[in-house]
């Protein structure tokens, strides 16, 4: 823990012995507000203006099941900027546009991108496979429908951090398997990546981490339909039986995450595969300190080295 900078480490001790309920021991409903309230109390410590940009619009889209709502962010007037199709984290049952929106507003002006934000359905009221359908039909209306959104459906690159990291690397595992939409390239923020919990970090950083064990089996229990769902590929993509001719990747585990061992092992196995994969992981942070950048210069890093990639994979 002493490796963990010390305004992580003043959150992490806020969390730990603030009154009220686990989020675990919620009905999803009460997680959400708890969520929504937590983030609000703790936005002192944060310290995380907010970032002008030229434009920024909410639209209803129509996918298979709903209308999906996606935020729209413009850093500028110019047309045909790249694109970057952003996933929110939360376990797939908490979380919306607005707990990331000054995540997704910073990436839109550090990039010089248009950022569609994806509000896509959450669980238990839709369990998988809603939130992929959801994520790969916004996928497909970005790639379709630049006259709307001014940017260029050829430069797309799918974004998420833990559930939205899951999320877009599912996006292109479909795209792959569906024959479109092309996808540039994804970005992948500490993914979940196998579902079924066992590799060594979930033990090991169990409990005092910001995210726990009872957590994530919690965000499961919501998430998917059936014990063996877990198995499907489309919610452990480490369990994909080919993941060779996937895009360009540029992977970010965090060093107390329990996550990090199934990060690893994802950039390990699409490397195997052939692909070209870059794996940073981050020392002395904890899962969510993309969402936390002025708590330690590594939290604010992670934007340099993301626009860095990007930057190059655009020329």
């Keep these: 823990m002493s490796n963990i900078p010390y305004k992580l480490r003043l959150l992490l001790g806020y969390l730990k012995y603030r009154p009220g309920t686990n989020i675990h021991e ?12 937590i983030s609000k109390q703790v936005d002192w410590l944060i310290d ?35 694109l970057i199709l952003f996933f929110h984290g939360g376990g797939f049952v908490i979380n919306d546009l607005d707990s990331h929106d000054k ?38 209306w970005a790639s379709e429908h630049p006259e709307i959104h001014k940017a260029d459906p050829n430069q797309i ?23 479109g939409p092309q996808i540039h390239q994804q970005i992948l923020i500490y993914p979940c ?6 590799h060594p970090s979930i033990e090991q950083f169990a409990e005092g981490y910001f995210l726990t064990k009872k957590l994530m089996q919690w965000f499961l229990n919501h998430y998917i339909p059936s014990p063996q769902a877990v198995y ?46 870059i794996h940073k992981e981050y020392p002395g942070m904890i899962h969510g300190f993309f969402a936390l950048p002025r708590l330690s210069r590594s939290g604010l890093s992670i934007f340099d080295d993301i626009k860095s990639v990007l930057k190059q994979s655009h020329i």
């Excluded at 990546?193 to 066992?198: N, R």
């Excluded at 970010?252 to 995450?257: G, I, L, P, Q």
């Design 232 to 277: 499907d590929p489309y919610v452990s993509p480490l369990f994909a039986e080919d993941l060779s001719d996937l895009p360009p990747t540029w992977l970010a585990t965090a060093a107390f995450d329990p996550l990090r061992d199934e990060g690893r092992a994802y950039a390990k196995k699409l490397t195997i595969a052939g692909n070209k994969v």
């Design 103 to 140: 995540v997704c507003r910073r990436i839109a002006r550090d990039n010089q991108s248009v950022v569609i934000a994806v509000d896509y359905r959450l669980a238990p009221e839709f369990p998988f496979p809603a939130a992929t359908h959801d994520c790969y039909d916004a996928t497909l």
């Design 26 to 37: 919620m009905t999803p409903d009460a997680a959400r507000k708890s969520a929504n309230r």
């Design 48 to 82: 995380y203006p907010s970032v002008q940009l030229h434009r920024v619009e909410n639209l209803n889209i129509t996918g298979r099941s709903c209308q999906i709502p996606i935020r729209i962010y413009r850093p500028t007037a110019q047309e045909q900027l790249p």
């Design 157 to 179: 690159t799918v974004m998420g951090d833990s559930a939205g990291g899951n999320l877009a690397t599912v996006v292109a595992l479909m795209s792959k398997a569906l024959n």
């Design 193 to 198: 990546t196998d579902g079924t919990l066992s």
